[in-house]
T-cell receptor, first 111, second 114 residues
Framework: SQQGEEDPQALSIQEGENATMNCSYKTSINNLQWYRQNSGRGLVHLILIRSNEREKHSGRLRVTLDTSKKSSSLLITASRAADTASYFCATDDNQGGKLIFGQGTELSVKP | DAGVIQSPRHEVTEMGQEVTLRCKPISGHDYLFWYRQTMMRGLELLIYFNNNVPIDDSGMPEDRFSAKMPNASFSTLKIQPSEPRDSAVYFC????????????FGPGTRLTVL
């Protein structure tokens, strides 16, 4: 079963706007990660947030984690057309060591 | 570093044929993962290795799939015989230190089985 599920499935915004994607998961985790996938390419790691952290920043990215609600959000500020991609959250299964990826949010940033 | 290298990038084959996908992880990484991505099922973990030893192959669909890692710098995923439903993009990824750590993905192999 899915551990992480992203919301929304698709998001279309104008360049310069902020984009927010959410991820919910079911069981306790050690960490949560966000990845980006451009069309036809492999996934690229963006940021990792540990279960004892609440917020993390990397450039224009801001990730929050609420373990009580079992949810995380990824905020991309001042979006650019180059941010157009699919974004996935991944959580560990807290058992055997696997990362489980959600179905992703497809972000389209229009120039 | 060249990153994770996969070959071939594209493979078109006919049903019943054997397919072998290849992966070279990042040097020094001790974990290697094989994933399959389809529109219907998303990204699925097939199998992963730690120090060349298979740890979890519960995601391997059936006996037609097999994976090996003869040394730290090479792994193969074999499908025999291939079926149209195996058509997907297959990714190899590697990480260092823990299967929970950041994973580095290769560019993928797009497999089409006719």
């Amino acid at each position: 079963s899915q551990q992480g599920e992203e919301d929304p499935q698709a998001l279309s915004i104008q360049e310069g706007e902020n984009a927010t994607m959410n991820c919910s998961y079911k069981t306790s985790i050690n960490n949560l990660q966000w990845y980006r996938q451009n069309s036809g390419r492999g996934l690229v790691h963006l940021i990792l947030i540990r279960s004892n952290e609440r917020e993390k920043h990397s450039g224009r990215l801001r990730v929050t984690l609420d373990t009580s609600k079992k949810s995380s959000s990824l905020l991309i500020t001042a979006s650019r057309a180059a941010d157009t991609a699919s974004y996935f959250c991944a959580t560990d299964d807290n058992q055997g060591g696997k990362l489980i990826f959600g179905q992703g949010t497809e972000l389209s940033v229009k120039p | 570093d060249a990153g994770v290298i996969q070959s071939p990038r594209h493979e078109v084959t006919e049903m019943g044929q054997e397919v072998t996908l290849r992966c070279k992880p990042i040097s020094g990484h001790d974990y290697l993962f094989w994933y399959r991505q389809t529109m219907m099922r998303g990204l699925e973990l097939l199998i992963y290795f730690n120090n060349n030893v298979p740890i979890d192959d519960s995601g391997m669909p059936e006996d037609r799939f097999s994976a090996k890692m003869p040394n730290a710098s090479f792994s193969t995923l074999k499908i025999q015989p291939s079926e149209p439903r195996d058509s997907a993009v297959y990714f190899c990824a590697s990480s260092f230190g823990s299967s929970y750590n950041e994973q580095f993905f290769g560019p993928g192999t797009r497999l089409t089985v006719l």
